[in-house]
């Protein structure tokens, strides 16, 4: 089961990916943040920073991905 705020969260990220213009402004914004976190060097840097930036850019060049190319179909018939 999940909670409440996992589903509404969720669920905004797919409502984000559905509009191409939303999807690669969000997309690069989060890309930039991620290459801040990973090229700058700041004191309060941890393993969790660490990670959040490998997740936050995976979303963010998954967004742009998404952007480039449209909605895709799950299969081809």
Known sequence: MSSPLVRRARGLLLRLARTRVAAGVVGIVLVAFSSGLLL???????????????????????????AISGRQPDWVE
């Open 40 to 66: 700058c060097e700041f004191s309060w840097e941890s393993w969790v920073s660490d990670g959040f930036g490998l997740v936050t850019g995976g979303t963010g060049m998954a967004l742009v991905i998404t």
